[in-house]
């Protein structure tokens, strides 16, 4: 069988340090065939329509197309991209951030839609998408140790993930908010994951804060576990659904390694969060409320800790995750 996989946009400056193009290398590790993306940018003019995204390298696509048994998308949020119009093999779409009812399309393109939880499938099948299938992301959890943690009446470290694209998402992913947060409460500490865009400005704003002794910033291909191991939690936060991934990496990897996480209402994963109780919803943006969240996981850390142990291995494996599809790969081809 071969596959071809279109991203949303090129790889990140820093490799290995984008969570989908990750996801995308367990599934190009099984299945044969090329990568491409939709985008040549990370971002482009507000003058072209999302929806025409791949037309300016239709013929490319086409060729890529013809050697392949499939074509797997990955995007953010359900676009009718006219591109999949000109592809005559099965397509499947797999929308890798949230669903927001708000911000779907009127018309649907031909194709199986991939999402990771039964709210946005409920969501897609509400507007009459009959095919639509629920597969949950995962990691590769032969490379994560799970290590104790240090004493929570010390300084508690909160790793944050989902490095901001844009200078706008300084604000709507909880950057902003955290540098406020740490001035309330000095215990606290924060390590964050980036990869390799706006990385001065991010040091500028922490310099500016005051906190550079307490905001350490990895701005390179760096193994988790190491990281994990300094860490007591991690955390990913957005205003909306399709700023991040459904399920971002940096909170499977933390799952998997025994770490609660905390993530803000917006993003699908939060359902499973409570759930499970392995970890602290944000229901809103506030600094008052993120320091209740922190004071609270930190009081109780044992009991969060203990559900993460038991959930993390168990519901974010990537071998699962590739075989889901897999088998959907092998149905639609009949």
Known sequence: ??????????????PGTDGLFTEIGYLRNSFDGDLISLSPFRSLPRIVPVKLYGIHHLFKLKKYEREADI?????????????LRH???????????????????????PCTMVVSSDGEAGILRSTGMKEVRI???????????????????????????????????FGSKGFDLMLEVLTKIHRVRLV?????????EWCEKVRAAGLSGRVEIINEKANISEILSRCHAAMVLAVQADLVKSY????????????????????PMSSYVDHTGCGKVLERFS????????????????????????????????VRMVNEYADLYKKILG
């Open 87 to 109: 592809f005559s093999k099965p397509v499947i779409f797999t929308i890798t951030s949230g669903v927001e009812p708000a911000h779907l399309p009127s018309t649907w393109p």
């Open 192 to 200: 964050c994951l980036w990869r390799g865009r706006l990385y001065h």
């Open 248 to 267: 971002p990496n940096s909170l499977m990897e933390a799952l998997v390694a025994g770490k609660p996480v905390i993530v803000s209402r917006a993003v």
């Open 1 to 14: 069988m071969r596959v071809l996989f279109i991203s949303p946009s090129p790889p990140p400056p820093v």
């Open 287 to 318: 600094v008052d409320e993120m320091v209740h969240v922190i004071n609270e996981m930190s009081d109780h850390y044992n009991e969060f800790r203990k559900n993460a142990l038991l959930v993390g291995r168990r519901d974010f494996s990537d």
């Open 71 to 83: 074509v797997h998308l990955f995007f953010p949020y359900p676009v009718d991209f006219r591109i």
């Open 135 to 169: 597969i949950r992301p995962g990691t590769d959890s032969s490379c994560i140790t799970i290590t104790p943690p240090r004493v929570t009446d010390q300084d508690f470290v909160l790793l944050m993930g989902s490095a901001p694209w844009v200078t706008s998402q």
